[in-house]
C-alpha cells in the first residue's frame, strides 16, 4: 500500500513576521549605511532569520517578494530575480537572502581593504 506524501509544515505567521523584519532591516543598513559593517552577532542574527524559513515552500506575499526583487535590482544578482520570479516560495527566498548578505559582507570587505 503507498502511502499518500505527508503535507509540508507552513510557515507560522510569527515566522513570516520575523523574516520580513528581517529583510527590513537589511534594507535600512545596505541603503542606510552602505559601506558600514554590521556588528558580526547582527550577521548571524540575519542568516539565522534566513536559514529558519528555507524548509517552507508557501508561497511569498507580494511585499516579501517586492523587497527582495527590489535587493537584487542590480546585475550582479541577476540570477536571485530569476529565481524568485520562478520560485517565489520562503525557501527560494531563504536563499536569495543569505546571498545578498554574504554579497553584502564581501563588498564591505573589498572597501575596508581598498582603505588600507
Not at 22 to 39: F, M, S
Not at 44 to 50: A, K, M, P, V
Request: with cysteine; hydrophobic share 35%; glycine share 4%.
Amino acid at each position: 500500500m503507498v502511502e499518500p506524501p505527508a503535507e509540508k509544515p507552513t510557515i507560522s505567521p510569527k515566522l513570516a513576521q520575523t523574516f520580513f523584519d528581517g529583510i527590513q532591516e537589511y534594507v535600512r543598513w545596505a541603503y542606510g549605511h552602505p559601506e558600514q559593517p554590521l556588528p558580526l552577532d547582527r550577521y548571524i542574527q540575519l542568516s539565522l532569520i534566513g536559514g529558519r524559513v528555507d524548509g517552507f515552500t508557501d508561497p511569498l506575499p507580494d511585499d516579501v517578494f517586492s523587497a527582495l526583487y527590489v535587493l537584487a535590482i542590480d546585475d550582479v544578482h541577476s540570477n536571485l530575480k530569476e529565481q524568485l520570479s520562478a520560485d517565489p516560495t520562503y525557501a527560494t527566498a531563504s536563499r536569495c537572502f543569505l546571498e545578498l548578505i554574504e554579497a553584502k559582507k564581501e563588498r564591505i570587505k573589498t572597501i575596508e581593504r581598498d582603505r588600507e
